[in-house]
């Protein structure tokens, strides 16, 4: 078993920008893909963004080139980056990371962006 545990959320304004990171523990060595996906009240869990154990990253189109996410292996945490964030990105936002048994999540951090 995985458990991932986010933190850095918070309130910012428009414009402004936030980090957040989210650490694995338990059985983390065979951790594959990790990343990030949010929901806004009302809305649907969306993807935001990913990143393969070797670094490769893909993006929700709505937040490339604003958003950017990284990880440190030894570590077992993965970090997004957000800049310029707009009052559309406020959200839940909750780590996942996947292996070979399944998928885990983390318990969701609030980002909330005032117009």
């Known amino acids: 078993q995985v458990q991932l545990v986010e933190s850095g959320g918070g309130l910012v304004q428009a414009g402004g920008s936030l980090s957040i990171s989210c650490v694995g523990s338990g059985s983390t060595s065979g951790l594959n893909g990790m990343g990030w996906y949010r929901q806004a009240p009302g809305k649907q869990r969306e993807f935001v963004a990913g990143i393969s154990r070797g670094g490769m990253t893909r993006y929700q189109d709505s937040v490339q080139g604003r958003f950017t996410i990284s990880r440190h292996n030894a570590k077992n945490t993965v970090y997004l980056q957000m800049n310029n964030l707009k009052p559309e990105d406020t959200a839940v936002y909750y780590c996942?990371?996947?292996?070979?048994?399944?998928?885990?999540w983390g318990q969701g951090t609030q980002v909330t962006i005032s117009s």
């Open positions: 996942y990371a996947g292996d070979s048994d399944g998928d885990y």
